[in-house]
């Protein structure tokens, strides 16, 4: 466990970690199985950037904002990256290979800068809900980013193909068994439902798995939709799917504070 969790670090975030050398499919394949626990844990340095800007009295749309900028230095901006090449190359309504060819590119176009945009905005809007004031939104923080990864783990399963000219794609594609998978997803929502029942009561918890669930079927949604239109998965498309996913996590407006 703890060499696919060093593997996973080194790979998928910018934080120093101890030297990697192998990064064969099998070591590959015990880092994707910890990606939701990568992004638990930067999650929870998120939430601690957001408590420390609340808590010198920056409010909590600064500190939100803070948090997020957090999330996206510590991962080298993997995610946004993606997203912006995806939006360009689906943008473009071009053929899959010119659409590939696109998105290889280390410009970034129209499409890809009103993507993130809008998906920035979004997360800001969503944590900064009425409904996640105080605690909830800091609860909100750690666990986005987890639920949010686990996109990551569903499209390397076996069986979701790589587009031909993906380099990326063909290290990570059809990757992950279905144990591992459902094993990934289970631990994902034990740790959000009992996360938000421990703290918040059985409501929230159950909104966890709600909000879990939703973020999951955008996911498939979405994923669905680039292979089809791609015919199959890249670096820059399994970069775009913890965005998508990420912006659905939220806990929904259906959990009350604890009586």
Known sequence: ???????????FTIVPAPRVDDFSRPACARAMRMIPLIGLCLGV?????????????????LATAGALAVLAAANGCFHL????????????RRPPEEALRIMKRSDIGPMGVVAII??????????????????????ALATMPMVGRTAAVLATRRGVPCAPTSSLG?????????VAVVLDLAGVLVV???GGWLLFG????????????????????????????????TGDTFGSLPCRSRTC????????PRS
């Open 1 to 11: 466990m703890s060499g696919g969790f060093v593997t996973a670090w080194a790979m």
């Open 45 to 61: 340095l998120a939430a601690a950037t957001a408590a420390l800007v609340e808590l010198l009295g920056g409010g909590r749309l």
């Open 81 to 92: 990256d993606g997203l912006a090449d995806t939006a360009d190359g689906l943008g473009s």
């Open 118 to 139: 809008l998906v920035l905005v979004l997360e800001i809007a969503a944590a900064a809900s009425p409904r996640l004031a105080g605690p909830r939104c800091l609860w």
């Open 170 to 178: 063909r290290l990570f594609a059809d990757l992950m068994t279905p």
């Open 192 to 194: 959000s439902a009992a």
């Open 202 to 233: 059985a409501r929230t918890g159950l909104a966890a798995v709600a909000a879990c669930a939703f973020a999951w079927l955008v996911e498939a949604l979405w994923q669905r939709h680039l292979l089809t239109r791609l015919g199959g998965m």
């Open 249 to 256: 996590s939220t806990p929904p407006p259906t959990c009350s």
